[in-house]
């Protein structure tokens, strides 16, 4: 059974830089036929697409947020990350973690989500 | 790059047939999926490459994607298919997401 939980600090201040974990069970991350993403959600808004990597390392980003974002893979300990820079409080929201299938995109299995508030 | 506009809410009888669309320019050339979130609850798959159903989503989802727009279907809809519905399109390795909609049951 494929599970992913999300981990993170829950508080950060302005303009700090923020990481945010993705633990992978029951499935190796180490695989051709999915990719990593996250994606947020402020609180009552719309889901929006982060990025995601590939088992290879490559990475895809919504180009909104390409500037501040960074999405790393550790295979080894079955992890992916999300490294958010300059956060503001815009960047308050759930984030979540999921699993896509690369042939046609769909995200197949996502994490439980973890807020993250920006706030002094 | 292309956005992918959805209407904001949809309202449905119980038993009726609800009808989410998704525009988008070239969507029918790429591979469309369809989400389904409730309130305090993760996004579940409902539809994938344009029409398919994963394991264990009834069979009142379906789903078209032809030209510019994507429909999800859900026939006779129910008080448990309330939910925000989110759109996705894979192309070219890129994810364009779809701004939700609202669909009430009542």
């Known amino acids: 059974q494929v599970q992913l939980q999300e981990s993170g600090p829950g508080l950060v201040k302005p303009a700090q830089t923020v990481s945010l974990t993705c633990t992978v069970s029951?499935?190796?991350?180490?695989?051709?036929?999915?990719?990593w993403s996250w994606f947020r959600q402020p609180p009552g808004k719309a889901l929006e697409w982060i990025g995601y990597?590939?088992?290879?390392?490559?990475?895809k980003y919504n180009p909104s947020l390409q500037s501040r974002v960074v999405v790393s893979l550790d295979t080894s300990q079955n992890q992916f990350s999300l490294s958010l820079t300059a956060v503001t409080a815009a960047d308050t929201a759930i984030y979540y973690c999921?699993?896509?299938?690369?042939?046609?995109?769909?995200?197949?299995?996502w994490g439980q989500g973890t807020l993250l508030t920006v706030s002094s | 790059s292309f956005e992918l506009t959805q209407p904001p809410s949809v309202s449905v009888s119980p038993g009726q047939t609800a009808t989410v669309t998704c525009s988008g320019d070239?969507?029918?050339?790429?591979?469309t999926s369809w989400y389904q979130q409730k309130p305090g609850q993760s996004p579940v798959v409902v539809i994938y490459?344009?029409?398919k159903r994963p394991s264990g989503i009834p069979d009142r989802f379906s789903a078209s994607n032809s030209g510019r727009t994507a429909t999800l279907t859900i026939s006779g809809a129910q008080s448990i298919d309330e939910a925000d519905y989110y759109c996705?399109?894979?192309?070219?390795?890129?994810?364009?997401f779809g701004g939700g909609t609202k669909l009430t049951v009542l």
């Open positions: 070239q969507l029918g050339n790429t591979f």
């Open positions: 990597i590939f088992y290879s390392g490559s990475t």
């Open positions: 490459q344009d029409v």
């Open positions: 996705q399109a894979w192309d070219s390795k890129t994810i364009f």
């Open positions: 999921a699993r896509g299938a690369f042939t046609y995109g769909h995200h197949t299995m």
């Open positions: 029951g499935a190796s991350t180490n695989t051709g036929d999915y990719f």
